[in-house]
């Protein structure tokens, strides 16, 4: 088995959002280096979308990517992340997701990777308590997803 990769968008993949042809939602558009490394990640683990952009973009990123597997998507109420007042507004959505697939028996993955630029202690806390091997990853939100986090998740996944 593979981790699941629990991936962030804005601040972490970064794409640049072009303006719709028909007046629609704007497109994602990621550059040749972002695409590369979530191949890479995708090779790791299944990919998981931690996002609140539609699905609509999110089908536009995984057309760029043509990843052999299917991206799973993690619901979050914008809402509740607007009123959380936690240090990382999507832990309780995301562990109350995985909790979920776990009851449901399509948890199909021995431990979690999660990409994110606004995970706090809180997210810390939760990782050193959870069941399964976690590792936690926070770029830069002005850099977004680089190499070194790539490389971590790659050693992350030998060693488990």
């Given at each position: 088995m593979k981790p699941l990769i629990?991936?962030?968008?804005?601040?972490v993949l970064n794409p640049t959002a072009r303006a719709a042809t028909t007046g629609?939602?704007?497109r994602l558009v990621l550059s040749a280096a972002r695409v590369a490394l979530v191949r890479r990640l995708a090779?790791?683990?299944?990919?998981?979308?931690?996002?609140?952009?539609?699905?609509?973009?999110?089908?536009g990123l995984e057309a760029q990517l043509q990843l052999d597997e299917?991206?799973?998507?993690?619901?979050?109420?914008?809402?509740?992340?607007?009123e959380s007042g936690a240090a990382t507004?999507?832990?309780?959505?995301?562990?109350r997701w995985l909790?979920?697939?776990?009851?449901?028996?399509?948890?199909d993955w021995d431990?979690?990777?999660?990409?994110?630029?606004?995970?706090?202690?809180?997210?810390?806390?939760?990782?050193?308590?959870?069941?399964?091997?976690?590792?936690l990853e926070k770029p830069a939100p002005a850099r977004g997803l680089m190499d070194v986090h790539v490389v971590a998740v790659e050693v992350f996944v030998e060693d488990n």
């Open positions: 629990l991936l962030d968008i804005d601040g629609g939602e704007p090779r790791c683990g299944r990919i998981a979308w931690v996002s609140t952009w539609p699905a609509e973009q999110t089908a299917q991206p799973l998507r993690v619901p979050l109420p914008v809402k509740a992340l607007n507004p999507k832990l309780r959505p995301v562990s909790a979920r697939m776990e009851l449901l028996g399509d948890a431990s979690v990777v999660w990409i994110d630029d606004v995970l706090g202690p809180d997210a810390r806390d939760w990782a050193s308590q959870y069941g399964s091997p976690v590792l």
